[in-house]
């Protein structure tokens, strides 16, 4: 039985969620431990399409246990909604998912400050959902836990104590009136009882089913050029999606995990600021943001969108480790004459060996492109890799062999059945 680790390549939106729902059919349990609603996962089952935030997505398929793990930061009324929403959907929540004691709790002034901090001069793109804010406040070692909720009279003691700085900081740094502490202690002391039964020990629930030899899949938000370490600082988002962020996220040891599944998009896209080098921002781009309907799942914005990036997808194999990759939206590609992809950069003219982190680097390689021919036929009916025209095949080695990935899984499509792996 296997733990695997399941990470974004890119800059998120690669079809995490699609492929979680695949591969979970093989896995006991799916854990998440990064990130928070800023995530938006989308999967479709027949003619129903479920965009998850918060809860893993293996929660669609009924014999898999979810595990929220401390890394994530939990916007307890986001939470909520989902519950409601899967339960609505005839999908059992309760008794299937647990909570790390030891998650973050994201309060209201941690969205608001998200909300009025890109307001101002440095403007990150963010989704506005106080994730910086709530990393922030976990790093200084101020937050609210999702244990605190268990101990209610030590709950509204943080509460007030933090809402007293946040207001002082509101009102004198940026000319707002405060938020109301009353209210929020009072919606706050109420979700111990409806987040209570959740709540799990879960770095002893995890490492106890893996003794036991259960399968686990890790389950990464955002991508790795987010990852507010190794990705393109400061357009980055404030945890640690790259595959180290699975042992702190969730309490599983380094030396348990098995292999990393990379999720790596056919093209590349962004939502929010910062370098982009193969970024298409004439009628190309427009065409992959149409047929590949880049729009934010979570906050509807169109996403940047262009040409492969082997260059980056070789540096996110090398930081992840990466032993295995799934291809997405290789359909979207398909109406394209000629293909792009960047097999190097350059800067002030010369190739350069490792990729450049610092924005400014970033902002200043030009991407060094091998022209591909297209292969001109639809491929989302494809259901095995013979059934691939030839020269889908030669863009899958071509990429291959440039980022230094082994491809098992192709996605010709958004839904569960479009969807095969390679035999070897
Ligand atoms: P995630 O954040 O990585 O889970 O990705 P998102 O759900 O935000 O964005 C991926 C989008 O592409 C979703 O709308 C999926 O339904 C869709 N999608 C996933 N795989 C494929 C694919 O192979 N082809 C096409 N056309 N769409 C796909
Ligand atoms: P999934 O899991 C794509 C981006 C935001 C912004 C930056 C910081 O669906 O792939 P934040 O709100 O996290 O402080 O924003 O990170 N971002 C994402 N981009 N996919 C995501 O998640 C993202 N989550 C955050 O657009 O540029
Ligand atoms: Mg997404």
Known sequence: MSVTVLVGSQWGDEGKGKIVDIL????KIVARYQGGANAGHTVIIGDKKYVLHLIPSGILRDDVICVIGNGVVIDPTALLEEIELLEKNGIKVEGRLF????????????????????????????????????????FARKGIRIVDLLDRVELEKKIRLNLKEKNDLLKKVYEHEGLDVDMIVKEYLEFDRTIDKYIKDVPSFLNHAIAEGKSVLLEGAQGTLLDVDHGTYPFVTSSSPTSGGACTGTGIPPTKIDSVVGIVKAYTTRVGNGPFPTELLDEEGEKLRTIGAEFGATTGRPRRCGWYDAFLVAYSQMVNGITSVAITKLDVLSSFEKIKVCVAYELNGKRI?????????????????????????????????????????????????????KIDIISVGPKRGQTFYIDR
């Open 24 to 27: 979970s059919e093989k896995y």
């Open 99 to 138: 909570i790390s004691h030891n998650a973050h709790l994201i309060m209201p002034y941690h969205k608001l400050l998200d909300q009025i901090i890109e307001s101002g001069d440095t403007k990150i793109g963010t989704t506005g959902r106080g994730i910086g804010p709530c990393y922030i406040d976990k």
């Open 353 to 405: 060996k490792y990729f450049p982190t610092a924005v400014e680097q970033l902002s200043a390689v030009k991407p060094v492109y091998e022209v591909l021919d297209g292969w001109n036929e639809d491929i989302s009916n494809c259901l095995s890799y013979d059934q691939l025209p030839a020269k889908t095949k030669e863009y899958l080695n071509f990429i291959a062999k440039h980022s230094g990935i």
